[in-house]
């Protein structure tokens, strides 16, 4: 007998001890890891076992959100992606999906950006049609002129950051 296949049946053999030992309706569940080799990972767990119970869990007694794993880094990978492709109005996540949230996040976000722009737009053109009529029609003050180039000058690096 492998010393793999000994471990598994003195394991099984533990566990079933302290799974006698437990509260009625506990679940049992022991992880194995040696670190940086997952491929040799072993997880024991009872039947009907809700993984998502095991993460609440390990919460509790002190598994914090702030830590760096692979899952949360794919996690935020999602949140993110769903954001970017909402604000692009690419294709939703299937229905009730979780994601579906923040890319109706990112489609608002680029709603919003839209009115903004075309705002500004309107804005800066009004604001240039003023410019004209008083180089026309003269004896304004030359510090209202001054100050409306100055605000269409940064309404034009707005828009440019835009990309419109």
Not at 121 to 133: G, I, V, Y
Request: aromatic residues 6%; glycine residues 8%; proline residues 5%.
């Amino acid at each position: 007998m492998s010393a793999l296949n000994r471990f598994h049946e003195t394991a099984s053999d533990a566990l079933e001890i302290i799974r006698a030992s437990l509260p009625s309706g506990a679940k049992l569940c022991l992880t194995i890891y040696p670190p940086e080799k997952p491929e040799l990972d072993i997880v024991f767990q009872d039947d009907g076992l809700d993984l998502n119970e095991v993460v609440s869990t390990l919460r509790r007694r002190g598994l914090s959100i702030d830590g760096d794993n692979a899952y949360k880094r794919d996690l935020c990978d999602v949140i993110v992606g769903s954001l970017a492709v909402g604000a692009q109005n690419g294709s939703p996540p299937p229905a009730d999906h979780w994601a579906q949230r923040f890319f109706d996040i990112g489609r608002e976000e680029r709603g919003l950006h839209e009115e903004l722009v075309s705002a500004l737009k309107l804005n800066r053109e009004n604001l240039r049609a003023c410019q004209a009529t008083i180089h026309l029609v003269g004896g304004f003050d030359p510090a209202y002129v001054n100050d409306a180039q100055e605000a269409m000058a940064i309404a034009d690096a707005v828009l440019a950051k835009a990309g419109e």
